[in-house]
Structures are given as C-alpha cells and as structure tokens.
C-alpha cells in the first residue's frame, strides 16, 4: 500500500506522564516531499516531529522511517558549547566515515552558505546570536546530506530577510537531492512558501484539524500568491478553530 | 600556557599572593622568636636543613618514592574513580548500588586505609599506592557521577539524532561536561594523594618523604622536620602547576562568559 520511500504514521498516540498530547495521528509524507505541521504552541508539534524522527517511540500507532541518514534542526540549536561553529557543524558529520579534514572543509562550506563567515566559524556558541546560533543549526543538518529533513521552527529566530533565504536554501537543496522535508511552524506564511501539504495540529491532545495543499510549485510561488493563500488559508474554518484557544489566551 | 597566568597574576592579585606568603613566613619568624629553635626553627634554619638533605642525598630519592606512591595511586583513583563513576551516572541501578559503597569508604579514616594497606601489602611499596588509590578513589567517583548525571539531555539527543558514534559521544558530549566537575575535584585529589602517601611512608618504613620524616622525628630534628614539610608542599604546587592548571586552562576557553561561570 505504501509507495518507495514514503514516510508513514498510522494511529500514533503518545503522553507525557500520563497526559495525553498527541492522539491518532495518520500520516503520509511521500519521497521528496515537503510537508509542513503548523499548530499553535502546546499542540504536539515538536512531539510529532520526535516520534517522526525516530527520537521518541509513541505508546501507540506505527511509524514507517524508509530512510537512512536523517538530519534534525531542533527548536533549540543544541550546539555543544566547548566546540566552534565549524566544529559544530562537523560533530553532525561524525557518523559518516569521512577523513577528518573533509569534515571541517565540509563545515566550512556548507556555513558560508548560511551567511557565516571564515571569522564567525571559529567563534563558540556563546559568542554567537540566537540567529546565528539557529544557522549552524541548520548547517550541521545541511552538511550531511540527509534523506530526510526534520526541521523544527528552523526559521523562527532569525529576521525576515534571513528567514526568507534560509527557507530558499532549503527548499533548493531538498528539490536538487529529492529530500524529503517536514517541518514544524507556528507561521503560516513559511508553511505556504514552503509545503506541498499542510497538516493543521489542534487541541489538547493535540489531534490533525485539518488537512491542506498547496498545489503550486514552490519555485513559482511569488509574494502575490503566497498573500493570496494565506489570506484564504486563514480565513478557512477549521484553521480559526486551531488557532483560537491561543488568540483568547 | 604558564606565560598567561603570569600577565595575569602580575596585574595585582600576583601582589596580594606575595603578601600574603610574606604574612606567613613573618608569623613564622616572629614564632621562632618567640618560642626558639627547638619548636619552631627560623625559615632560614629550615632552609639550612633542605640544604643538609639535598647534600647528604636523601632528598632526591625520597622525592621520588613519594612522588611514586602518590601519583601512582592518584592514577589508580581516577581511573578506576572516573569509570564507575561514569557508568554510576548512566546506570541508576549501578549507581543505587555504588553510591553507598562510596560514601562508605569516604567515611572511613585515611589513616586506617594506611594501617590496614600495611597489614595487607606489607613492607611492599604496594602499601602506600593502595592506601592513596582507596582514600582518594571515592571523591573522584563523586565528582564523576554529579558530572555524567548533569550532562544536557538536550545535547544528548542530538548527538543520537545525527548517530554519532559511541566514542564521539564520549569524547564531544560527554567528556568536556564531566571535566568541568572532575578537574576541581582533581586537584582535591591530588592534595590529598601528597598527604596519604606520605602517611602510609611514615608507618611503613620504605623510604619516601614520609620515611624522612619519621627518621627526623627520632633524631629530635625540628628544623629536618620543616625541610621535609617545604619539600612536599613545594612537589605539590609543582605538580599542580604543571598538570592541573594546564588543563584546567585549556578545558576553560569555552567556558569564559558562559551565563554562570565568572569569567
Ligand atoms: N519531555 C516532556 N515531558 C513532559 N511533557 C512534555 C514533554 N515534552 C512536551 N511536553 C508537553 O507536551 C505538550 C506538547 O508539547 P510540544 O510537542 O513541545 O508542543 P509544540 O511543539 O507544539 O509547542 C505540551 O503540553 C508540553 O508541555
Ligand atoms: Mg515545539
């Protein structure tokens, strides 16, 4: 039934300390595609995207990972402290049988493409910004060429500009190697630049409210139909729904 | 490495470190005044007397001896003490069953690890190490247990996210937190391995400084006495100086300004 490739959750069901916070969830992200979890905070989002991963078993359900070399961008960056921005990036590539010296010229690499210059990449985490600190992030999961992307409000720290060429850097990155992508925002707007398909998380437990795609190319969304979208996307039922409970406090 | 401490020492504290050993060395003085030669020889005599042993040639081997028995069981106590502990930090059900044990042997007194090492080892030079490796083993287990149990959870599942291998995670998520708990623990250890050695010296009879120090007692020698006190302290500011500091240095170049940590 399943496709090569495709990422499948069937059922899935998890709690913390005997609350609930994730109930039922199906899903199916196919090979190459990008998929994006929106919900307000609390709802599960980063939850699902552990069990998605393969960092958390949920106490229910099945999840189908066909994939092999998996990379994370956490909502937190998690740099280890006592190494360098390109020693950072090169700790993701530890796992890959590469000489020592392509590691780092890997990291070296794959940071300038972030915008992280040769003096910001000897820098250590606490002499970076949260911005910065975001982008090794997102370079160290860049670095190993993963199968499979799993981004946690990746984008979320850094400021609009920014924001916006990291998702291009993404979006081309995953399209040239056929990466499958899911990430998880609270922000409309990077969903529909980015998603094929939009799965609205909701509640408490958090349960799927509602399903969305976006059937336009990615390359061929310009600001006009991004707005167009998000304008009919947030003006949809089942999406005020979702994000009430927030809005009222 | 040295160099930077020097420039930084030479700023002022360096002054008050001078001061204050100035303080010392006038309240011995004033001391020896006071009471005279037999309780308490002048610095100078005390030097006088360091110059005999290093002349008659019992300093030089007594320093190794001691230095033998007490760098070979502070080995010994970070090895052993940083492993368990490791594991201890891991494991609950290691640690359930360690924790007591070690708190156990912290409590009993140095010198009976001394009194019993020399009934069990005998005249062997097996005795001192032993004595210093189970007296000084339990707080370097301490230390290591509250370092792994304190490692960031968070940075834990990266490094299983992106499965990096085991020794990586030893070595770059692991290694560098336990250390900030290890190394002041380290030098704790270090001090009290100087002390033990030369305690189990003392009983036993087998050379080393501590041997010195029981053959000054029974010539009634106040100021060998004191010559052989300088000696050991001297031995441990070196040591401490040339391998704990360098590495306590090193292992701070990330820590400086870190939210917690005065710089
Ligand atoms: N490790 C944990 N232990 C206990 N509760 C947790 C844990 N992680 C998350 N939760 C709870 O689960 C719910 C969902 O959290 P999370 O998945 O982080 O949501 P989101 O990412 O959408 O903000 C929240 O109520 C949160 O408090
Ligand atoms: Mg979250």
Redesign the pocket.
């Known amino acids: 039934m399943s496709e090569e490739g495709t990422l499948v959750a069937s059922g899935v069901t998890h709690s ?2 005997g ?1 609930k ?2 109930d039922g969830i199906d899903l199916r992200v196919s090979r190459g595609s990008v998929v994006a979890i929106l ?12 069990i998605l991963g393969g960092l958390l078993t949920p106490d229910a359900g099945r999840v189908d990972r066909p994939f092999e070399r998996p990379a994370f961008v956490f ?1 937190e960056p998690l740099l280890l402290p006592w190494r360098t921005a390109r020693g950072n990036v090169a700790f993701g590539l530890a796992g890959l049988r590469l000489a020592r010296s392509e590691r780092l010229s890997r990291a070296r690499t794959m940071l300038v493409k972030v915008g992280l210059g040769q003096d910001d990449a000897v820098l250590y985490p606490h002499q970076l910004s949260g911005g910065m600190k975001k982008r090794v992030a997102l370079a160290r999961a860049l670095a190993i060429e993963p199968d499979v992307l799993l981004l ?2 990746a984008f979320s720290a850094l400021d609009v500009g920014l924001s916006r060429e990291m998702q291009q850097l993404v979006r081309l990155d995953a399209q040239e190697r056929g990466v499958t992508v899911v990430l ?1 925002t ?1 922000d409309l707007s990077e969903a529909v630049r980015l998603a094929d398909r939009v799965i609205v ?1 909701a509640g ?1 437990p ?1 349960r799927i409210a509602t399903r969305l795609s976006i059937d336009r190319p990615a390359r061929l969304r310009d600001d006009a139909f991004v707005e167009a979208e998000i304008r009919r996307i947030a003006a949809l039922e089942a999406i005020r729904d979702a994000f009430r409970p927030t809005l009222s406090g | 490495m040295p160099r930077i401490s020097w420039r930084r020492l030479a700023g002022g504290e360096r002054r008050w470190a001078v001061l204050g050993l100035g303080a010392v060395i006038a309240l011995w003085e004033i001391g020896h005044r006071v009471y005279g030669d037999f309780v308490l020889p002048s610095p100078l005599a005390t030097i006088a007397a360091l110059g005999r042993l290093g002349a008659s040639g019992d300093l030089w081997p007594a320093v190794v001896t001691t230095a033998r028995d007490a760098l070979s069981g502070f080995l010994a106590a970070t090895l052993a003490g940083s492993l368990l502990g490791g594991l201890a930090g891991r494991s609950t059900p290691i640690r359930a069953m360690l924790q007591p044990i070690a708190t156990l042997l912290i409590g009993v007194p140095a010198i009976a690890w001394v009194v019993l090492s020399l009934l069990w080892f005998g005249g062997s030079g097996l005795a001192a190490t032993f004595s210093v490796a189970i007296a000084v083993g339990p707080v370097v287990f301490a230390a290591a247990v509250q370092g792994t149990r304190t490692v960031d959870g968070g940075l834990r599942t990266m490094a299983r996210a992106f499965r990096v291998p085991f020794g990586a995670m030893i070595v770059d998520v692991y290694l560098p937190h336990v250390l900030s708990y290890l190394l002041p623990a380290l030098g704790t250890a270090l001090a009290m391995s100087w002390k033990v050695a030369v305690m189990a010296e003392l009983l036993s009879g087998t050379g080393g400084i501590g041997d010195g120090l029981a053959a000054a007692r029974a010539e009634v020698d106040t100021a060998k006495t004191m010559a052989w006190v300088v000696v050991v302290v001297a031995l441990l500011l070196i040591v401490e100086r040339l391998v704990i500091e360098p590495v306590r240095r090193y292992f701070e170049t990330w820590r400086h300004g870190l939210p917690g940590e005065a710089a």
């Not at chain 1, 905070?41 to 980063?46: A, F, V």
């Open positions: 913390f300390a609350t916070v994730l919900g307000p905070s609390g709802s599960g989002k980063t939850t699902l995207l552990h909502q946690d409000e998880v609270h998380l408490r958090g």
